[in-house]
């Protein structure tokens, strides 16, 4: 069992940058790919980014590639994403999960634990 919390989420205004943390409050992170997804009121949860476990290749949505940056701490057991140059659009409630295996992918069955998730709001 691997239980997640996220944290990090608030308000920021447009251009601005935000951390959101994911740690493991159960179990460990050992062997899992890690990834964020998020979902804005209305729309289905999409895919943000997400890191492999032992090689930590990174993967990002187009949306997100150039302005994020996934990272792990594997001794903490926590993932972070740095999201810069926010926009509105960017609003939403961010979302951690830990993948079944050890590959990064951007779909949503890869990924068999998930935390509640953290909002994230920009104004403009």
């Known amino acids: 069992q691997v239980k997640l919390v996220e944290s990090g989420g608030g308000l920021v205004q447009a251009g601005g940058s935000l951390r959101v943390s994911c740690a493991a409050s159960q179990g460990t992170f050992s062997g899992r790919a890690m990834a964020w997804f998020r979902q804005a009121p209305g729309k289905e949860r999409e895919f943000v980014a997400a890191?492999?476990?032992?090689?930590?290749?990174?993967y990002y949505a187009d949306s997100a590639k150039g302005r994020f940056s996934i990272s792990r701490d594997n001794a903490k057991n926590t993932v972070y994403l740095e999201m810069n140059s926010l926009k509105p659009e960017d609003t939403a409630v961010y979302y951690c999960?830990?993948?079944?295996?050890?590959?990064?992918?951007?779909?949503?069955?890869?990924?068999?634990?998930w935390g509640q998730g953290t909002q994230v709001t920009v104004s403009s």
């Open positions: 890191i492999s476990w032992s090689t930590t290749i990174t």
């Open positions: 999960a830990a993948g079944k295996g050890p590959y990064e992918s951007r779909f949503r069955d890869a990924y068999d634990y």
